[in-house]
């Protein structure tokens, strides 16, 4: 069993910046595939980051290229989502998930196999 348990999401203004934390339990942190997902009211869940156990191999959504920087620490047993420039568009529950079997840095949600329960961003204008 793994737990996720997402932190640093809040209100922000247009422009701003936000950094999430995902902390998880286990002694085989790193050998997760980790990602993140956000959901916004209304819409389907889409995949915004993921990073791969060693952290080497990193893959951002298009829509974030540029603003939104994926990292972990495997000492910590901490994956983080820095969040820079921020629009009203990127306003969502943000979800960290980890893929426990494979190397690859899936970028659709039925690839990863345990999941935190969110946390919410919203950026006003």
């Known amino acids: 069993q793994v737990q996720l348990v997402e932190s640093g999401g809040g209100l922000v203004q247009a422009g701003g910046s936000l950094r999430l934390s995902c902390k998880a339990s286990?002694?085989?942190?790193?050998?997760?595939?980790m990602g993140w997902f956000r959901q916004a009211p209304g819409k389907e869940r889409e995949f915004v980051a993921g990073i791969s156990w060693s952290g080497s191999s990193t893959v951002n959504a298009d829509s974030e290229k540029g603003r939104f920087t994926i990292s972990r620490d495997n000492a910590k047993n901490t994956v983080y989502l820095q969040m820079n420039s921020l629009k009203p568009e990127d306003t969502a529950v943000y979800y960290c998930?980890?893929?426990?079997?494979?190397?690859?840095?899936?970028?659709?949600?039925?690839?990863?196999?345990?999941w935190g329960q969110g946390t919410q961003v919203t950026v006003s204008s």
């Open positions: 998930a980890a893929r426990l079997w494979g190397t690859v840095v899936a970028e659709t949600s039925s690839a990863y196999n345990y």
């Open positions: 286990g002694r085989t942190f790193s050998t997760y595939t």
